[in-house]
Nanobody
Framework: QGQLVESGGGLVQAGGSLRLSCAASGSINSFSAMGWYRQALGKQREPVAAITQDGSTTYADSVKGRFTISRDSTANTVYLQMNSLNPEDTAVYYC???????????WGQGTEVIVAS
């Protein structure tokens, strides 16, 4: 319980799209919230988007209108649809989840996104 595995990163041209997936080892209903963070080279890790159990979402200003976070409880997976990508979106993207029981943070290993200009 509580392992997260990201996938879907890669190289894309500016203006393109990617969909990241975060698969949990158990039920995502064991998490109060799940989200995506990113860390660009030489920069601090920053929040990108989050979704709660009831489906409420929040986004960083820099991705509003371009990224969409969603969850599929039957697949125990959270997705991040990224459209209109630009080079500033280049980073390692990490999935994060907060356990309902302990409020502990769980992190995935990260998936790299490179947007070429």
């Amino acid at each position: 319980q509580g392992q997260l595995v990201e996938s879907g990163g890669g190289l894309v041209q500016a203006g393109g799209s990617l969909r990241l997936s975060c698969a949990a080892s158990g039920s995502i209903n064991s998490f109060s919230a799940m989200g995506w963070y990113r860390q660009a080279l030489g920069k601090q890790r920053e929040p990108v988007a989050a979704i709660t159990q009831d489906g409420s979402t929040t986004y960083a200003d820099s991705v509003k209108g371009r990224f969409t976070i969603s969850r599929d409880s039957t697949a125990n997976t959270v997705y991040l649809q990224m459209n209109s990508l630009n080079p500033e979106d280049t980073a390692v993207y990490y999935c994060n989840a907060v356990l309902l029981t302990t409020r502990a943070n769980v992190w995935g290993q990260g998936t790299e996104v490179i947007v070429a200009s």
